[in-house]
């Protein structure tokens, strides 16, 4: 059975940095490639960034403009999320996703995590 499990969100002023990680099991992680995912109240869940299952290539969405890094550790297990010069409109939840194909488009996940809440004050 394929077990996310994010962890690593919180609330937070804006201007500061937030680090999400991604814990994976029931899966063979180092062959799979992994992506975040964020949804804010009243929206659809939408694409943040995705990394290709060695580590070496990485994606995003427009708008995370550099400020985001995606990165996995493969002998843990773990994907992570670094948000820096976090904003007020990056409050959302934030999952993590694993599984479908690195780099297409869209990228569509076989499996979710169940989300940690981020929330950015003015």
């Known amino acids: 059975q394929v077990q996310l499990v994010e962890s690593g969100g919180g609330l937070v002023q804006s201007g500061v940095s937030l680090r999400l990680s991604c814990a994976a099991s029931g899966l063979t992680f180092a062959n799979v490639d992994m992506g975040w995912f964020r949804q804010a109240p009243g929206t659809e869940r939408e694409f943040v960034g995705a990394i290709n299952y060695s580590g070496v290539r990485t994606f995003y969405a427009d708008f995370v403009k550099g400020r985001f890094t995606i990165s996995r550790d493969n002998a843990e297990n773990t994907v992570y999320l670094q948000m820096n010069s976090l904003k007020p409109e990056d409050t959302a939840v934030y999952y993590c996703?694993?599984?479908?194909?690195?780099?297409?488009?869209?990228?569509?996940?076989?499996?979710w995590g169940q989300g940690t809440q981020v929330t950015v004050s003015s």
């Open positions: 996703a694993a599984g479908g194909a690195y780099g297409s488009t869209p990228y569509n996940p076989t499996y």
